[in-house]
């Protein structure tokens, strides 16, 4: 993940950015560089590879001023070469920035028109040009940022300073996090408290949608409706921690709160985002020889491998099939040369999904992982590893690192389709904008959570709860239900909507929530059909949709109303409101949300 810094400081900033930035290491990173203001001009190294070689360069040429920004760069539009590191800049203006800018291309094209000159390959540089536009028509660099922030549609965080401004910098936060740090006579800002733990432990998290103008002595944030607001300043404990709840409650609530950020970083692994396609490591097989795709997986990683079966089913028309792993592994399964098997696991380590592994490889399979932990058994024992850039998971309950995974199932899809001619080129990108436009849907579900607080009152009374889904929706129901019981101890279970005639409804009465995931698709009309039978019997309804209201054609207890989504993406963004009704429930019953009874979060034995 791309790591962020900044600093107005007292002294030359340069080797403070640099240390700084190595506590950001962990989230992985490509390339890295730093710009600072000096005697009113910018300037800025940048190096490939590790922060040795930026610092190298820095040895050679040092930067001396007392204002600057700095960035480990996961590449996502653009390789990772030094021209695509960040910062990037023009002679007034320089910006270091974590996330997607979707409309980019839209942006660049504009700018370009205007003569502005592009010299890297990312969405970065757009934003760039967009403030120096402004300023170039005389706008103040305030006036200018406040312009350009409200040009940028996706999920991002920015640092951002100017030529000639020696006591300014200016942050912006839309769906990745970003952090303020108070220092005598300085002032910081950083991706998370850990960048900034040697300075400071005094930190502000902006919220959704800030942004902040900072001097040495003052710190100003704006909402997005550029209204100025107050944000509570905490103490952190990032020094002593590798990962902290920043000004969360719970670390599952950051972590669901984290899903715009690891799910873009995610994508960025497997998207060639300028050209709109896939592009996915080498598997050790051609995929369009393969002749038959195997899922296993336990617990929330297998719903996660539910959805890709139906994914990889409908765009690469292959036969998938999926089992628990601990079923799989005894069911003495008979496999062919030829196919592909794909283990999903956030730890790397969960015995059973080792052993299924072992069964396939010892049956000639290609063996591909889906882990988030790259130094884990499961990932050694892997022809490849398609890692997940979720960062650490600390939750028991698995909330970003199943987003995730789906994240990465998607792509996987893709690639097969395209390798099989199932997919058309126009399709491949119609489907890749589709999924560089989730984090920006994910970021504005996450906006409002006073509707699960409100629900989590009813759903507290319940001893059973049911979730219907149907088609992909299916498994979400599924994860849903888990997520409730692992965290609430509430009774609760997923069932294919079409099958609830064939059993779950005779449990339906006046105190059984029934919890419908029904994105408005092709199969929206026949879930409703399922609703009304429950509401016949006096079941109370929660409908999470797209749908107007009115086409549920029956009394709700509560309709979550999704935005418009493809269809391709709506399981993860459906995933986000069955996260935030069993956090919000556990919350309210006062559970031990993090570390729930009985469970844990990695699971080496049978
Ligand atoms: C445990 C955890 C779950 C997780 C499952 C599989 O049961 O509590 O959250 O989904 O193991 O773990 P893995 O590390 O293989 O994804």
């Not at 369009?288 to 195997?294: A, K, L, M, P, Q």
């Not at 101890?489 to 929530?513: F, Q, R, S, T, W």
Request: charged share 25%; net charge negative; glycine share 8%.
């Amino acid at each position: 993940m791309c790591g962020i810094v900044g600093i107005l400081g007292s002294k030359p900033v340069a080797i403070d950015l640099v240390d700084a930035l190595r506590r950001l290491e962990y989230r992985g990173y490509d390339s890295a560089g730093i710009a600072t203001v000096e005697k009113g001009k910018l300037d800025r190294r940048r190096a490939e590879g590790k922060l040795r070689n930026l610092e190298t360069r820095l040895h050679e040429e040092p930067l001396k001023g007392h204002v600057g920004i700095g960035h480990t760069r996961w590449a996502t539009h653009g390789r990772p070469t030094e021209l695509n590191a960040h910062p990037h800049m023009s002679d007034r203006v320089s910006v270091v920035h974590n996330g997607i800018i979707e409309n980019f291309r839209d942006l660049k094209q504009d700018l370009q028109a205007k003569g502005h000159k592009f010299t890297s390959d990312t969405d970065t540089e757009a934003v760039v040009h967009l403030i120096t536009d402004g300023l170039q028509r005389g706008l103040k660099p305030i006036e200018a940022t406040k312009e350009a922030l409200s040009r940028l549609h996706g999920a991002f965080a920015l640092a951002i300073i100017f030529a000639g401004e020696d006591d300014l910098m200016i942050g912006a936060r839309q769906g990745s996090p970003l952090a303020i740090g108070h220092g005598k006579g300085e002032m910081y800002l950083g991706s998370d408290a850990i960048a900034l733990a040697p300075f400071t432990d005094t930190i502000t998290y902006l919220d959704e949608g800030d942004w902040c103008v900072l001097s040495r002595d003052t710190s100003v944030i704006f909402d997005k409706g550029n209204r100025r607001v107050d944000r509570p300043t905490i103490k952190s404990v990032a020094s002593s921690l590798l990962v902290d709840k920043g000004n969360y409650r719970h670390f599952m609530a950051k972590e669901i709160h984290e899903q715009p950020e690891v799910i873009s970083h995610t994508l960025g692994n497997y998207i060639d985002m300028a050209a709109g396609i896939v592009k996915m490591p080498a598997l050790g097989i051609d995929l369009s020889e393969v002749n038959r795709v195997t899922i296993s997986a336990c617990g929330t990683a297998y719903y996660a491998g539910v959805v890709g079966k139906y994914w990889i089913e409908k765009y690469a028309r292959l036969p998938v099939e999926i089992d628990i792993a601990s079923e799989f592994r005894y069911r003495e399964v008979p496999l062919q040369p030829g196919g592909l098997s794909v283990f999903v696991s956030q730890s790397g380590e969960t015995a059973d999904t080792l052993e299924a592994l072992r069964y396939c490889k010892r049956n000639g399979q290609t063996i591909a992982s889906i882990v988030n932990v790259r130094t884990s058994t499961i990932a050694r024992e892997s022809n490849t590893i398609l890692p997940t850039l979720a960062g650490p998971e600390i939750g028991v309950a698995s909330t970003k690192a199943f987003t995730s995974q789906l994240s990465v199932l998607a792509c996987l899809a893709l690639a097969l389709g395209r390798a099989r001619g199932t997919l058309s080129p126009e399709t491949e990108q119609e489907l890749v904008k589709a999924l560089t436009e989730l984090p920006r849907h994910i970021s504005t579900l996450l906006h409002n959570e006073t509707v699960y607080e409100e629900l989590a009152h009813e759903i507290s009374k319940a001893r059973d709860v049911l979730y219907l889904g149907r088609g992909v929706s299916f498994p979400i129901a599924m994860e849903g239900a888990l997520k409730l019981k692992e965290i609430s101890y509430i009774h609760a279970e997923g069932y294919a909507a079409g099958e609830l005639k064939h059993g779950p409804i005779a449990l339906i009465d006046e105190n059984v929530p029934v919890i419908v995931v029904a994105p408005e698709d092709e199969l929206f009309d026949k879930t409703v059909s399922n609703m009304q039978e429950v509401a016949a019997r006096g079941g109370q309804i929660i409908l999470i949709s797209d749908a107007p209201t009115e086409r549920a054609g029956c009394r709700l207890l509560a309709h979550i109303k999704m935005p418009k989504a493809h269809a391709l993406t709506n399981p993860l963004l459906y995933a986000v409101p069955i996260q935030l009704i069993a956090y919000h429930t556990a919350v309210f019953m006062g559970t031990d949300v993090d570390q729930p009874r009985n469970l844990a979060k990695s699971v080496t034995v049978e």
